[in-house]
C-alpha cells in the first residue's frame, strides 16, 4: 500500500498515525505549527477517551490531568448538580497533543512539523515544501477548512464565535476541584474547569449579535460573563493569556457522508458535536484510530466515513438538538430546573452523547529501532 499523508497533528490525526505506524504502515504526518500549542477546547477527556488512547498503547494518566466526576449546571441563580456516569480527565490540548504526536512518531511515524497544507486537488496535498505523494490522503485538520475540502454548512449551527481563556484563581480552583461548570446566559453558554497546573479554563461559545450588542471587545464580553453566577468567581482571577483564543464559523452538528472521493475525514472534519454537552475529544479519537484500522485492513475511504458516520450520528444530532434548546433563554432556565428536580437526568444525557463504539483491537506494536 501507498504510504498515507494526513494532514494535521491534532487528536485524531495523532491517533491514526499511532495506529497505521504500529501496523507497520509508516504514514507521514503534516502539522503546520512547529511547536506545541494551546487549542479552543474544553479539555474533557472522558472514559471513552481514555480507552481509545489505550488502545494505541497511550496511558494518558501519565500526563498529570486532573480527575473529573461532576458537572455543574447553571442559568442565572438556577442551579443543578450531578455526579458524572464515568470519572474524565482535565487535560490541556497543548500537552496532551504534543505528547500524542511523540507517541506516534515513537511508532514510527514520520511527523513533519511547520508544514502549511494550502489546498487539496487531485488526490494531493499541496504543501509549502512541495506537493504530497500519491497515496491515501487523511484529513485531520480540525475545525479549520482547507481550500478543496471545505464543509457545507447548510443545516449547521455556524453563527457561533468561540473563545478560550486560561486564569489562575486558587480558592476559585479549590471549588471547583472535580466540577465542570456550564453556565447558560443571554446570547451563549460556558464552560469552566480546572486543569493542570492550578489553572482554570475557560471556554465559551457567544452568538454574534450578543457579541455585537457587546461592542465586539472581550473585555466587555468578559465583564457580562463575571456577572453571571456561575462565573462570579472569575472577577478576582489572573488571565494567562495577553489575549483570547477565538474562533468563528464552526458548523456545529456537520456530518461527513460516504462520497466518491478518495479522502478521509477525521475528527472535526467528519463530525462536530457542540461543546454543550457533546464530547469532541473522543470522536477525533475515536475517529483516528478507526480510520488506521480500517485503512491498514484494506478498507476504502468510504468505507470507513460510511462507520464512523454510524457510530457518531446518533450522539451529535442528540447535542444539536440540545444545544438548540438551550440557546432560548427561558427554555435553558426550564432546563436546569428540571435537572435540578431530576439530576439523574444529567448524567443520562452524559451517557448518550458519549460515543460508544468500542475501539479496535490493535495489531501488535512493532519494534521501535533505538
Not at 344 to 352: D, K, N, T, V
Request: proline content about 6%.
Amino acid at each position: 500500500m501507498k504510504r498515507a499523508t494526513i494532514i494535521g497533528g491534532g487528536l485524531a490525526g495523532a491517533a491514526a498515525a499511532a495506529r497505521l505506524a504500529q501496523a507497520g504502515q509508516a504514514p507521514l504526518l503534516l502539522e503546520r505549527e512547529t511547536q506545541p500549542h494551546d487549542k479552543i477546547c474544553g479539555e474533557f477527556l472522558s472514559a471513552e477517551s481514555r480507552h481509545t488512547l489505550a488502545a494505541i498503547g497511550f496511558d494518558a494518566s501519565r500526563l498529570g490531568g486532573v480527575p473529573i466526576d461532576r458537572v455543574r449546571l447553571h442559568a442565572g441563580r438556577r442551579m443543578a448538580e450531578a455526579r458524572l456516569p464515568f470519572v474524565a480527565t482535565s487535560i490541556t490540548r497543548r500537552v496532551l497533543d504534543a505528547a500524542l504526536l511523540e507517541h506516534a512518531a515513537a511508532a514510527g511515524a514520520k511527523v513533519q512539523r511547520g508544514v502549511n497544507v494550502r489546498s487539496i486537488a487531485d488526490g494531493r496535498a499541496l504543501t509549502s515544501i512541495g506537493d504530497s505523494a500519491a497515496g491515501p490522503l487523511l484529513l485531520a485538520t480540525g475545525k479549520h477548512d482547507l481550500r478543496g475540502a471545505a464543509r457545507d454548512r447548510a443545516g449547521t449551527i455556524a453563527d457561533l464565535i468561540g473563545f478560550k481563556m486560561f486564569f489562575r484563581a486558587p480558592s476559585l480552583h479549590r471549588a471547583l476541584a472535580g466540577t465542570v461548570a456550564v453556565v447558560l446566559f443571554d446570547g451563549g453558554y460556558a464552560g469552566l474547569q480546572p486543569v493542570e497546573g492550578g489553572r482554570l479554563n475557560l471556554c465559551l461559545l457567544v452568538e454574534q449579535p450578543r457579541w455585537k450588542a457587546l461592542g465586539g471587545t472581550w473585555p466587555a464580553l468578559l465583564a457580562a460573563l463575571i456577572a453571571e453566577p456561575g462565573l462570579a468567581g472569575l472577577a478576582e482571577a489572573e488571565p494567562l493569556l495577553d489575549k483570547p483564543l477565538a474562533i468563528s464559523g464552526v458548523p456545529y452538528g456537520w456530518l461527513a457522508r460516504a462520497s466518491g472521493d478518495d479522502l478521509w475525514r477525521l475528527g472535526d472534519q467528519a463530525a462536530v458535536i457542540p461543546s454543550f454537552c457533546g464530547d469532541g475529544m473522543a470522536i477525533a479519537l475515536h475517529s483516528g484510530q478507526l480510520a488506521g484500522a480500517m485503512l491498514a485492513g484494506g478498507a476504502s475511504a468510504g468505507q470507513f466515513q460510511q462507520q464512523l458516520h454510524g457510530d457518531v450520528a446518533r450522539q451529535v444530532r442528540l447535542a444539536v438538538a440540545v444545544q438548540r434548546l438551550a440557546r432560548h433563554r427561558l427554555a435553558g432556565l426550564a432546563m436546569v430546573a428540571g435537572l435540578g428536580v431530576l439530576p439523574g437526568a444529567i448524567a443520562a444525557l452524559a451517557r448518550w452523547t458519549r460515543v460508544t463504539a468500542p475501539p479496535q483491537a490493535p495489531p501488535t506494536p512493532l519494534p521501535i529501532p533505538a
